[in-house]
C-alpha cells in the first residue's frame, strides 16, 4: 500500500536564521556533510516505498529543481574523466524519485503550504516530511507510521519526547496509551505551549502521515499562533472527532538531527560525519584532541 502514498515536502521559508547565507540559496540546499539537507529526506521516502514527491516552494527557490534535475554537462567531464564515483553521486539524486513542485505563493504557514498540495495528492495518503528534521537511515521511523496508518485507517504523526524546559519550541501532544508500545492515542495538541500548560513533553516533529480528510479541514482553518494557518490546528480537530478514525502518534527513540537552528546544523554535520566511514576515522581523533585544548 505504502505504494500508493505520496510525500510531500514544504520547501518555501525564508531561512532568515541562516542569513546571509540563505539570501540567495533555499535553506533547504545547505549541505549536511555533502549532500544538501533536503536529499536526505528524499531518500527517506524512497526508503520508505514512496517515489511520488511533490515539493512545496516559494521565490527564488530554483536551486531545488536544478539539484534533482540532471546536469549533462558535468555528467560528461565527469564521465570523461573517468570519474565513476563522483559521476554516480551528481546522477544519485536525478534518479531518486518521480519529483513535482507548486509554489505557495503567499507564505501562510505550514498548514497552507499543507494545502497546496492537494490538487496533486489527490484522493491518496500522503506523508508530510519536513526538511529541517533528518532521521537517521539506521532507525527507521516512516515505515513505522506507514504500517500504523495501514492497520488503523487513521492519521499518525511523529512524537519525541524532549526536555520538558523545551517543549515550549514543538507542538505538544496529549496522548493515551494504546496496546502497542510506543504508539499512543493523540486526544489533543497545542502548538508551542508554555511549559506550565503543556499537557506532555511528546514533542510533534517532522513526519505526518496524513489522509486527505485534513485538506477540508485546512480550507477552513483561521490562522493561529504566528498569525499562520497552523497544521497542529487541523490535526487538534481530527483527534477530537469522536466520529473520526482519530489521531495516533508513534514516539520516536532513534537518531534525529535537527538542521533548522545553526547550532543543531552543526551539531548535525559533526554526527553525520564522525560515523561515516569515510570520514569518521580521520575526524574522531581531531575532535577528541580539539575538545581536549578548549
Do not use: C
Request: charged content about 30%; overall charge negative; cysteine-free.
Amino acid at each position: 500500500m505504502s505504494r500508493n502514498i505520496k510525500a510531500v515536502i514544504p520547501a518555501a521559508g525564508l531561512g532568515t536564521r541562516f542569513l546571509p547565507a540563505t539570501k540567495a540559496m533555499p535553506k533547504e540546499m545547505l549541505p549536511v556533510v555533502d549532500k544538501p539537507a533536503i536529499q536526505y529526506v528524499v531518500e527517506e521516502a524512497t526508503a520508505a516505498g514512496i517515489d511520488d514527491i511533490l515539493i512545496i516552494i516559494g521565490r527564488n527557490k530554483h536551486n531545488l529543481a536544478n539539484h534533482f534535475d540532471s546536469v549533462p554537462e558535468l555528467e560528461d567531464n565527469l564521465r570523461n574523466k573517468g570519474d565513476q564515483g563522483r559521476l554516480a553521486r551528481v546522477q544519485e539524486s536525478t534518479e531518486l524519485a518521480d519529483i513535482h513542485y507548486v509554489r505557495q505563493g503567499e507564505p501562510r504557514g505550514l498548514g497552507h503550504a499543507v494545502l497546496r498540495a492537494r490538487a496533486h495528492v489527490g484522493d491518496s495518503s500522503f506523508a508530510v516530511m519536513l526538511g529541517d528534521d533528518l532521521i537517521d537511515e539506521r532507525d527507521p521511523l516512516l515505515e513505522t507510521m506507514i504500517a500504523e496508518h495501514e492497520k488503523r485507517a487513521a492519521i499518525v504523526i511523529a512524537l519525541m519526547e524532549v526536555d520538558p524546559d523545551h517543549i515550549h519550541l514543538y507542538g505538544a501532544a496529549a496522548v493515551e496509551p494504546t496496546d502497542t508500545p510506543d504508539v499512543v492515542r493523540i486526544t489533543g495538541l497545542v502548538e508551542k505551549p508554555a511549559v506550565e500548560d503543556a499537557p506532555s513533553n511528546l514533542a510533534v516533529i517532522g513526519r505526518y502521515l496524513l489522509s486527505p480528510a485534513v485538506f477540508d479541514i485546512l480550507e477552513r482553518t483561521e490562522p493561529g499562533k504566528g498569525g499562520e494557518i497552523q497544521l497542529t490546528d487541523a490535526l487538534q480537530e481530527l483527534a477530537a472527532d469522536p466520529e473520526g478514525p482519530g489521531v495516533y502518534g508513534v514516539v520516536f527513540r532513534g537518531r534525529r538531527y535537527d538542521t533548522g537552528d545553526r547550532v543543531d546544523y552543526i551539531k548535525a554535520i559533526m554526527q553525520l560525519a564522525v560515523d561515516r566511514e569515510d570520514l569518521g576515522p580521520e575526524l574522531r581523533p581531531w575532535l577528541k584532541e580539539f575538545a581536549a585544548d578548549l
